[in-house]
């Protein structure tokens, strides 16, 4: 881990109370909020927040590799707390008459989520808005103290950028839909609003609304970030599903076979070369984050091409992770695929997180290596 924080340290001393109750937190569709308010008591949902609204505005590497290690103890915590992370960061933009209520809404700090996409009608009301809409993957918002959802408004141009709405929870419904093939435990439901009033203020414009702090988290892009911390999930599961599998091949012996799985030559090739993918694959990522880090450290602003490495890296990671967890899948042979072995959780809920848009293979398409293709093609004079 590049990360020392005291966050990692509180989620190190809670990570086998976690995954003693991974098959509970499946079954049950959601996170427990016992799990939940430890977290949050333990300042993990506060790394985020800025210091001058009462966060401990941690250095985004710290925040990624907490990301891991929750998801290394169980995806679907991993997967929740990646999410109130960067939701979080929405209050950067948030009016300063309005930041200090959300945020103050739960102790230490309140927990957000929520969905961006603009499913939402609003339409101008005195003081406010008036908001119907019907939203999906709301991932961990049985928790939350405010809940996030895109809207349009009635009346402006087409093409006008989305609203981010926060609503108070008791302004919504909250679906009991969520049973996927995977991270069956992040309770990922649909939320709806009826004529729900949001007063003046309480919600920020999709790229639209400025930033109001200089500080170096409210100055790291947002699209950058969430891609890299969405990426932190497979690489906890990843490294989770090796290690699980390390120890089933200390005693496993194949049918028909007489040595355990540990003693083949070709299941040592198979570690290596897992471990070898996610290795890089985490060196690639962090390192891409540190660059960036690093630049807006120094005063500069990044440019495209750290963006799109920044991206590429995220896809990358995620791919890398999922392949690394194929291998020891397939290498654990008829045990991979029975219930009471976790592989065949790890297999499931690494292919669900990359599913996810902000690390799908087609950010690849636009990332630095098609940027490199578009040169070499400029130099060929194509």
């Not at 949902?45 to 103890?73: K, N, P, Y």
């Not at 003081?127 to 918002?141: D, E, K, N, T």
Request: hydrophobic share 45%.
């Amino acid at each position: 881990m590049l990360s020392n924080s005291p966050e990692l340290d509180a989620v190190s001393a809670l990570a086998p109370e976690i995954s003693a109750q991974s098959d509970a937190i499946e079954a049950a569709r959601r996170v427990p909020r016992k799990i939940i308010e430890k977290l949050r008591r333990a300042g993990v949902f506060s790394m985020t927040v800025l210091e001058a609204h009462g966060g401990s505005e941690r250095d985004v590497l710290d925040t990624m590799a907490v990301i891991e290690a929750l998801s290394h103890a169980d995806a679907a915590v991993g997967w929740c707390a990646m999410i109130y992370l960067t939701t979080a960061t929405a209050t950067y933009s948030l009016p300063p008459d309005w930041v200090g209520t959300v945020l103050g809404a739960g102790s230490p700090c309140a927990i957000i989520a929520g969905s961006a996409q603009p499913n939402g009608r609003a339409r101008r009301v005195d003081g406010g808005l008036q908001v119907s809409g019907h939203w999906s993957w709301g991932s961990g918002v049985h928790h939350c103290d405010y809940i996030c959802g895109g809207a349009l408004i009635e009346g402006e141009s087409k093409g006008a950028k989305p609203h981010i709405l926060f609503f108070q929870p008791e302004q919504l419904t909250l679906y009991d839909n969520w049973n996927p093939s995977g991270l069956k435990g992040t309770g990922s439901v649909d939320f709806s609003a009826d004529n729900a009033f949001v007063p003046e203020g309480r919600w920020t414009v999709l790229g639209g609304s400025p930033r109001q702090s200089s500080r170096l988290l409210a100055r790291l892009p947002y699209f950058g970030m969430f891609a890299s911390c969405v990426a932190c999930v497979p690489l906890g599961i990843a490294r989770r599903a090796i290690d699980d599998f390390c120890e089933l091949a200390l005693t496993r012996v194949p049918t028909g076979g007489k040595r355990a799985l540990f003693e083949s030559s070709i299941v040592q090739l198979d570690v290596g070369r897992a471990e070898a993918l996610l290795a890089s694959a985490r060196h690639h990522l962090f390192g891409a984050m540190g660059q960036v880090w690093d630049k807006l450290a120094s005063g500069a602003r990044p440019d495209i091409d750290d963006l799109r490495s920044l991206r590429l890296a995220a896809s990358q990671t995620a791919i890398s992770c999922a392949e690394a967890a194929d291998i020891v899948y397939h290498a654990a042979g008829g045990a991979a695929p029975l219930p009471e072995h976790p592989l065949q959780r790890h297999f499931r809920d690494i292919h669900t997180a990359t599913q996810h848009a902000m690390v799908g293979r087609s950010l690849l398409q636009r990332s630095a290596a098609a940027r490199l293709l578009d040169l070499k093609a400029g130099e060929a004079g194509l």
